[in-house]
């Protein structure tokens, strides 16, 4: 798992990335080592994603009624944004001779891995402005929420992952395309699983 001052430095090196600042690279443990660890910069994600749960309809019936179906349903949850966190990094490395990364791969898988810790409490701080005021200003709340959701955020995301991937992968811009369409399509085939599978069971 990685330390908390991991955590601080890798996030602070992705967030120089995300602003175009070749420095962040130097944040960033990239080697073979560092590559893997990456992957449990997830458990850094934990705290937002509670308090995510905490803000949903069913959290203070689970809370009240704490038996083994609940432990089951949120051990189901954790391992499913876990298999979210992982698949792009994982993608990354298998398709990786026919992206041509060659020494930057493990600097890429770094960089998203890291990324993605940052994204998610980008996505809280985005999100928890409109529900904080909701109980005040319903009306507008709903409407800036809606807003972020489906605009604000989803072109801050491309935009930030866009300014990593210039710096990490270089090259041609068909390359990176290539890599963000690696890094895309895993979470889409997921979903579009997931939505089988609950209609199957429904």
Not at 76 to 96: H, N, Q, W, Y
Not at 106 to 114: D, G, S
Not at 150 to 155: A, D, E, K, M, V
Not at 162 to 187: D, E, H, Y
Request: charged content about 10%.
């Amino acid at each position: 798992m990685p330390s908390f001052n991991d955590f601080r430095l890798h996030v602070y090196g992705v967030w120089l990335l995300a602003r175009g600042n070749t420095q962040g690279l130097a944040y960033l443990d990239t080697s073979k080592c560092g590559m893997w660890r990456s992957f449990g910069g997830f458990v850094w994600t934990l705290p937002i994603l509670l308090a995510y749960w905490l803000k949903s309809p069913d959290a203070g019936n689970a809370l009240v009624d704490m038996d083994g179906a609940t432990y089951t349903s949120a051990f189901a949850s954790v391992f499913k944004e876990f298999i979210r966190f992982a698949l792009p990094g994982l993608a990354l490395l298998l398709t990786a001779p026919f992206l041509k990364l060659g020494q930057r791969l493990n600097t890429v898988v770094v960089a998203c891995n890291w990324a993605h810790v940052l994204i998610v409490y980008m996505g809280w701080m985005f999100i928890s402005l409109p529900l904080m005021i909701r109980s005040e200003l319903p009306f507008l709340a709903n409407t800036f929420l809606a807003f972020v959701v489906l605009t604000l955020f989803p072109l801050l995301l491309f935009l930030t992952c866009w300014r990593i991937l210039r710096i990490t992968v270089a090259g041609k811009v068909l390359q990176r395309l290539a890599v963000v369409a690696i890094l895309s399509l895993p979470l889409f085939l997921l979903d579009f699983l997931q939505k089988q599978f609950e209609i199957a069971l429904g």
